[in-house]
């Protein structure tokens, strides 16, 4: 069992949320803020059905409690999502625009415009999974074919490491923020913005939806497919008129499905990829501009 699945909140509702999870073994404990956290270990097979449990659940004592905040969820230890980090990284080059270097003197001596230094020791986000390539190759046509993207505000909601934050502004974007609700992504994410030399273009927020106080142009998302289904629900309340959208993080056979979830609330499908059985979506506002 190595994925912890994360929720944290008022001590009574995730109490009671550990009450209802009894099969799955919760574990209770207060993180270093105070706040209570529930945490249950899955495996790579039953991770997305134990989310959809738990999820269900959490709605069920969301509304019970009248919480004005929801609970919070997190992921962590991904490995069915990505390669761990090792002192052994080398660079890579997932797009032709981008080059991605792990941290070190050599890396920082670069004058490629599009090399992003990463140090990503604890948090998801190496741009060696092919849900993160997907997402940069989506940046990197939005970056050639939408004319708005060198004006936009961008969101990566849930950035790990801060990578498609950075990527984004490495492209073009002016202005980015990273949103996550784990203590070591925020610390990786900050040392990413700095060392990549984004202080002034790059603002991390721990936190989820409610320390978001403003509209976006371009929001991605890079979250597995339960975590994508709750937190979809609030991307039109922060997305500006003909903005865009990149989702990814869920199995090519989930497509479909991914679809049927966002088309309703107002979204057009610009753009499908693959890889490695892994999908990624593009979305546009109903309405709004045609793609360029």
Not at 115 to 135: M, V, Y
Not at 208 to 234: C, F, P, Q, T
Not at 249 to 257: L, M, N, P, R, Y
Request: aromatic share 6%; charged share 25%.
């Amino acid at each position: 069992m190595d994925i912890e699945i994360v929720v944290s909140g008022p001590d009574q509702a995730v109490f009671a949320l550990c009450s209802m999870l009894r099969s799955l073994n919760p574990l209770l404990e207060h993180e270093r803020n105070g706040i209570m956290k529930m945490s249950v270990y899955s495996e790579p097979g039953t991770l997305d059905d134990d989310l959809t449990v738990i999820s269900g659940l959490a709605g069920e004592v969301e509304k019970t409690f009248d919480l004005t905040e929801k609970l919070d969820f997190r992921v962590r230890n991904l490995a069915f999502c990505e390669p761990p980090p090792s002192g052994r990284q080398v660079s890579c080059q997932p797009v032709p625009e981008l080059i991605i270097r792990p941290d070190g003197p050599v890396a920082r001596q670069q004058k490629h415009p599009g090399t992003i230094i990463l140090d990503a020791e604890q948090a998801f986000g190496s741009g060696r999974h092919p849900t993160t390539i997907l997402c940069l190759k989506a940046l990197s046509g939005l970056a050639l074919n939408w004319s708005r993207f060198r004006e936009s505000r961008v969101l990566d909601f849930g950035c790990g490491t801060g990578l498609l934050a950075i990527a984004a502004l490495k492209l073009g974007a002016p202005r980015a923020v990273g949103v996550d609700i784990d203590d070591d992504a925020i610390q990786e994410a900050e040392k990413n913005r700095v060392i990549n030399s984004l202080t002034h273009r790059f603002r991390v927020i721990q936190g989820s939806w409610e320390k978001l106080h403003e509209k976006y142009d371009l929001i991605l998302l890079n979250l597995v497919s339960s975590l994508l289904l709750r937190a979809g629900r609030m991307i039109p309340a922060h997305l500006r008129e003909k903005g865009r959208v990149v989702i990814s993080g869920f199995s090519a056979q989930q497509t479909e499905i991914m679809q049927d979830f966002f088309i309703p609330m107002g979204f057009e499908t610009l753009e499908k990829m693959t890889r490695e059985g892994w999908g990624c979506l593009v979305f546009k506002k109903s309405g709004s501009d045609p793609p360029c």
